[in-house]
């Protein structure tokens, strides 16, 4: 079985402060992704990573994928409120390339 | 294009009970897949459609099931309903062609209780 772990599970920060949100596994993924999702919405699909050591940039977002294709980060500069969120990491894996997901991290920017 | 869609969006049970979830898929996606998210365990796969076919399965008890239509709508059965079933159930449809990068579009979810 494959296993996500994103850390930290909270975080709770000012307008304009910098963060970074990881998430780690034993397991080796084919592909990588981000989602946020907000109160009563789906998760919403942010990026997806496929090759180790990439690096991909959305704005103020900054997503890496780990060289052994292990982990992943996610880092966002300059925080807004609108950047509130519940942030998913997710990796394909496996014979049957089974979409696992993190538990999240609760991101709350305050103005 | 519409995005996907599920009904109902709330839903109250009690123990013992069985429910049906629906999900209409985007227009041209082939794929569905069911995911489970409760508080403890985050987002759970469950199971996973293409073309009218189960094609892959999560770590479920077999009183969870599903089915898709020809016409790529899909529902979602849950038997003999446990408090534990509580839960948000959120489905996600994709062309299905390609596992490692296809882009999965979820739907607002269907809340569950079960008292």
């Known amino acids: 079985t494959q296993l996500l772990e994103q850390s930290p599970q909270f975080l709770s920060i000012q307008e304009g402060e910098n963060l970074t949100v990881y998430c780690n596994s034993s397991?080796?993924?084919?592909?990588l992704q981000w989602y946020r999702q907000e109160p009563g919405e789906g998760p919403v699909l942010l990026v997806t990573?496929?090759?180790?050591?990439e690096v991909k940039k959305l704005k103020r977002l900054t997503f890496q994928f780990g060289d052994a294709r292990k982990d992943s980060s996610l880092h966002i500069t300059a925080a807004q409120p609108g950047d509130t969120g519940l942030y998913l990491c997710a990796g394909r894996g496996g014979s049957n390339y089974k979409l696992t997901f993190g538990k999240g991290t609760l991101l709350t920017v305050n103005p | 294009k519409a995005g996907v869609t599920q009904t109902p969006r709330y839903l109250i049970k009690t123990r013992g009970q069985q429910v049906t979830l629906s999900c209409s898929p985007i227009?041209?996606?082939?794929?569905v897949s069911w995911y489970q998210q409760t508080p403890g365990q985050g987002l759970q796969f469950l199971f996973e459609?293409?073309?009218?076919?189960?094609?892959n399965k999560g770590n479920f008890p077999g009183r969870f099931s599903g089915r898709q239509f020809s016409n790529s709508r899909s529902e979602m059965n849950v038997s003999t309903l446990e408090l534990g079933d509580s839960a948000l159930y959120l489905c996600?449809?994709?062309?299905?062609?390609?596992?490692?990068?296809?882009?999965?579009?979820f739907g607002p979810g269907t809340r569950l209780t079960v008292l």
């Open positions: 990573v496929v090759t180790g050591g």
């Open positions: 996600a449809s994709s062309l299905g062609t390609n596992p490692i990068t296809d882009t999965q579009y």
């Open positions: 397991s080796v993924f084919s592909s």
């Open positions: 227009s041209g996606h082939r794929s």
């Open positions: 459609y293409f073309s009218e076919t189960q094609r």
